[in-house]
């Protein structure tokens, strides 16, 4: 069965410290694999997208993931938080099989940055 | 460009009472999804629409929920009758043409603001 499973619910950092928001998937197939971010009372919006090009992908505002075949893994990271950063954010699969792949949402990581 | 439209943007009902949202997408997107997203869970894909046929509804509990697209456009999702589970937030996105977008290439989906519901 396909899943996507985010490690944390709940992740706070200092500002201008590091982030790391974890992500592990299973699938049987190449994936393609996002994340997207949802500020309070706002729409969920894209971050960046992995689909079997360079495995460091760079996204918006500053982050980056890394896909890690070995370790089925699509960590989400910023060297550098900002406040702004406070968001919830959400790691999602797509299995590949087929044009109908069932879209799968993990459970999503709240991130708090502390001043 | 303008994003995706949804309409309402609240809605607070009665349980056993009907309700139905609308979606405009984005011009020029084939494409088409609800999602549920329950308070503290991701997303859930109730519908996808590919122009105006269903390419996955599995995860619709059809008993009480229904949705169309007619003329492979605006969309709506209906509710009858709504239960207190049904409080959440529904989503719609669009993509440009998921199903020409080739294996493990997925295209991006933009989402709306979502519509709020809440079911006493």
């Known amino acids: 069965a396909q899943s996507v499973t985010q490690l944390d619910s709940h992740v706070s950092v200092s500002e201008g410290t590091p982030v790391l928001l974890r992500c592990n998937y299973s699938?049987?197939?190449?994936?393609?694999l996002f994340w997207y971010v949802q500020h309070p009372n706002k729409g969920l919006q894209l971050l960046l997208k992995?689909?079997?090009?360079?495995?460091l992908v760079k996204g918006i505002n500053g982050f980056e993931a890394e896909f890690k075949k070995s370790e089925t893994s699509f960590h989400l990271t910023k060297p550098s938080a900002h406040m702004s950063d406070a968001a919830e954010y959400f790691c999602?699969?797509?299995?590949?099989?087929?044009?109908?792949?069932?879209?799968?949402f993990g459970s999503g990581t709240r991130l708090s940055i502390r001043p | 460009e303008a994003g995706v439209a949804q309409s309402p943007r609240y809605k607070i009902i009665e349980k056993r009472q009907s309700v139905a949202f609308w979606c405009n997408p984005i011009?020029?997107?084939?494409?088409l999804y609800w999602y549920q997203q329950i308070l503290g869970q991701g997303p859930k894909l109730l519908i996808q629409?590919?122009?105006?046929?269903?390419?996955?509804d599995s995860q619709l509990p059809k008993d009480r929920f229904s949705a169309e697209r007619l003329k492979g456009v605006d969309s709506t999702l209906k509710i009858q009758p709504a239960k207190l589970e049904d409080s959440a937030v529904y989503l719609c996105?669009?993509?440009?043409?998921?199903?020409?977008?080739?294996?493990?290439?997925?295209?991006?989906?933009?989402f709306g603001p979502g519509t709020r519901l809440l079911v006493l």
């Open positions: 996105a669009s993509s440009l043409d998921a199903a020409t977008a080739g294996q493990g290439d997925q295209e991006t989906q933009y």
């Open positions: 699938s049987s197939y190449s994936p393609s």
């Open positions: 992995y689909t079997s090009a360079a495995t």
């Open positions: 999602v699969v797509i299995p590949g099989y087929s044009s109908a792949s069932k879209i799968i």
């Open positions: 011009s020029g997107h084939a494409t």
């Open positions: 629409f590919q122009n105006n046929g269903v390419v996955d």
